[in-house]
């Protein structure tokens, strides 16, 4: 229950950030601007040089990554498709006449093995080419989408900047103010007995200042520290 009859005060929400559509991008759009893989496009990086990527974006690249790693895996194995077919089509030519033209039933045995392993390979390749057409797909589909957040985040962050750089610049001047007052006060509570010791022996004698030197030792000591801490 609030006391006094006071109600609490509601934290304040984080400021939502702004709702911002972006014109659509034809595919076309990469072919025209030489755009291949935006992640690595210097025009891209450029954009982003000294800056954390957003998380948006960074979710995006992570993703194309993913993509790219995949696209490195089936071309692998389509070319370690490759010799296994052509050992199989040689190991036919090879088996072809013992098998018909002499009638050798274990040569007919392993023509058949070999023909299945080569429509084998023709199903998995074709898988393959299927799968990579549509990684290829994705790629162009997450350049496409990297190139709206991008454009979208400049423009929302442009957007919230409206409000917040206002607010911003006046907390850095009271910051710098206050800062200022703070050392004026450090300046005048800085003082130095090596510097007033002389202008106090004038004042005071030379046995006064001696039996103030005696009293306060500790906090002459500790005067002539107080530059370290500058």
Do not use: C
């Amino acid at each position: 229950m609030p006391l006094f009859g006071k109600k609490t005060p509601k934290p304040q929400p984080p400021p939502a950030i702004p709702a911002l559509e972006v014109p659509e991008i034809e595919p076309s759009f990469l072919r025209k601007n030489g755009i291949t893989l935006l992640s690595i496009d210097e025009r891209w990086t450029a954009l982003f040089s000294g800056r954390t990527l957003p998380p948006s974006l960074l979710l995006l690249q992570n993703g194309m990554n993913d993509l790219l790693r995949r696209q490195a895996t089936l071309r692998q194995e389509r070319e370690q498709l490759e010799p296994g077919k052509r050992r199989a089509m040689q190991h036919i030519m090879k088996l072809t006449k013992e098998a018909f033209e002499n009638g050798n039933e274990e040569a007919k045995a392993e023509l058949k093995t070999s023909r299945d392993e080569i429509e084998r390979i023709n199903l998995r390749w074709s898988s393959l080419l299927e799968e990579t057409e549509q990684v290829e797909k994705d790629l162009r589909d997450g350049n496409l989408a990297m190139l709206r957040e991008t454009a979208a985040h400049v423009f929302r962050t442009m957007r919230t900047a409206q409000d917040r750089l206002p607010a911003l610049t006046d907390a850095i001047r009271e910051a710098e103010a206050a800062l200022e007052r703070l050392k004026v006060e450090r300046d005048a509570l800085a003082l130095d007995w090596n510097t007033l010791s002389e202008p106090f022996s004038r004042l005071y004698g030379t046995e006064y200042v001696q039996s103030l030197e005696t009293r306060f030792s500790t906090d002459i000591l500790q005067s002539r520290m107080l530059p370290d801490y500058f």
